[in-house]
């Protein structure tokens, strides 16, 4: 059973065309966007693979009937089915002027990004920014943009822990969403992995993996309040980093809230403890600050005065 080969057996796909696409896998045409025609090769291709995973080939034709239903999935879906395409640069050559193993650092060629990338300021805060410009002069209207490592996404990010086509952003009247692509190490909202499209708004922490941050155009983004969150962690991605094994890459936030702030925990591991006046440190999910407020970052004591300073609260 080693030396079997199911998709050249069972497919024909041959030994020097695996692994195959998902295309392939369908029996489809490459980039074919007709849904009824994916919808319909994938039942004809799992009738096949059924007839034939019998006996000694049972769990090698389950394996192959969970692929088939995993393209199906990814191919009748079109932001997933667009990013996935991405990735089949062999037959979408780059532009002649783009340089694939050009770092992030230098200027992009021309047409080889949509959009730029580029290290926010100030550098002691390491996060991406995401630079969306909605219409811009003698290209066409756009409202989805891919974020990923691959060369050919609208923004791509040099980072391992980023997938090819990581995550994709979305825009319409109410603002921005953020959806993953099944990406290998996850997209975060808030250190909650996503598994849907999710609204983001100005104070929410977005990160590719837990520590690649990213960061959106404040104009585009919901929010009640136009200031941004400060968030504290052990992370370089942090406005205010603290040196700790108790700290979480990224622990809390402090969320601006009119004159006065809100601190917020991040699921963070060893918690955070509010002390107020005499009182012993209670464990807080959200509170309201208040200046003589002693806060808790896993061991680490932090004045509540420093923290409404750092947002602009008095």
């Given at each position: 059973?080693?030396?079997?080969?199911?998709?050249?057996?069972?497919?024909g796909?041959?030994?020097e065309?695996?692994?195959?696409?998902?295309?392939?896998?369908?029996?489809?045409?490459?980039?074919?966007?007709?849904l009824?025609?994916i919808?319909?090769?994938?039942?004809?291709?799992?009738?096949?693979?059924?007839?034939?995973?019998?006996?000694?080939?049972t769990?090698?034709?389950?394996?192959?009937?969970?692929?088939?239903?995993e393209?199906?999935?990814c191919?009748?879906?079109?932001?997933?089915?667009?990013?996935?395409?991405l990735?089949?640069?062999?037959?979408k050559?780059?532009?002649?002027?783009?340089?694939?193993?050009?770092?992030?650092?230098?200027?992009?060629?021309?047409?080889?990004?949509?959009?730029?990338?580029?290290?926010?300021?100030?550098?002691?805060v390491?996060?991406?920014?995401?630079?969306?410009?909605?219409?811009?002069?003698?290209q066409?209207?756009?409202?989805?943009?891919v974020?990923?490592?691959?060369?050919?996404?609208d923004?791509?990010i040099?980072s391992?822990?980023v997938?090819?086509?990581?995550c994709?952003?979305?825009?319409?009247?109410h603002?921005?969403?953020i959806?993953?692509?099944?990406?290998?190490?996850?997209?975060?909202v808030?250190?909650?992995?996503i598994?849907?499209?999710?609204p983001?708004?100005?104070?929410?922490?977005?990160?590719?993996?837990?520590d690649?941050r990213?960061?959106?155009?404040?104009?585009?983004?919901?929010?009640?309040?136009?200031?941004?969150?400060?968030?504290?962690?052990?992370?370089l991605?942090?406005?205010?980093?603290?040196?700790?094994?108790?700290?979480?890459l990224?622990?809390?936030r402090?969320l601006?809230?009119?004159?006065?702030?809100?601190i917020?925990?991040?699921?963070?591991?060893n918690?955070?403890?509010l002390r107020?006046?005499?009182?012993?440190p209670?464990?807080?999910?959200?509170?309201?600050?208040?200046?003589?407020?002693?806060?808790?970052?896993?061991?680490?004591?932090?004045?509540?005065?420093?923290?409404?300073?750092?947002?602009?609260?008095?």
């Open positions: 059973m080693s030396d079997f080969d199911v998709y050249h057996q069972w497919l796909i041959p030994p065309q695996q692994p195959p696409t998902l295309y392939q896998l369908l029996g489809v045409a490459r980039f074919e966007q007709d009824e025609v919808r319909s090769a994938a039942e004809r291709q799992s009738l096949h693979v059924r007839r034939r995973a019998r006996g000694e080939f769990d090698i034709g389950q394996d192959l009937l969970n692929e088939i239903a393209a199906k999935l191919l009748i879906n079109p932001a997933r089915r667009e990013a996935y395409d990735t089949l640069s062999d037959s050559p780059l532009s002649p002027t783009a340089d694939t193993s050009e770092s992030l650092s230098d200027s992009p060629s021309k047409g080889e990004f949509k959009g730029t990338v580029e290290e926010i300021v100030p550098a002691s390491k996060a991406t920014y995401i630079n969306i410009v909605l219409n811009q002069p003698g066409p209207p756009q409202d989805r943009w974020i990923g490592y691959h060369p050919k996404c923004f791509r040099d391992p822990v997938s090819g086509v990581h994709q952003i979305s825009y319409s009247n603002g921005l969403k959806t993953d692509l099944n990406s290998t190490n996850g997209t975060y808030n250190q909650k992995r598994r849907s499209a999710h983001v708004r100005r104070q929410d922490l977005i990160t590719l993996g837990r690649n990213i960061l959106l155009p404040g104009n585009l983004l919901g929010g009640q309040d136009s200031r941004g969150a400060i968030f504290v962690g052990k992370g991605g942090n406005e205010i980093q603290l040196e700790s094994p108790t700290v979480s990224f622990h809390a402090i601006p809230d009119g004159p006065v702030a809100i917020e925990d991040l699921h963070s591991k918690g955070t403890f107020r006046g005499d009182s012993k209670l464990r807080i999910q959200r509170c309201r600050l208040q200046p003589d407020d002693i806060i808790y970052f896993g061991t680490v004591d932090v004045k509540a005065s420093r923290l409404l300073a750092s947002c602009g609260a008095n």
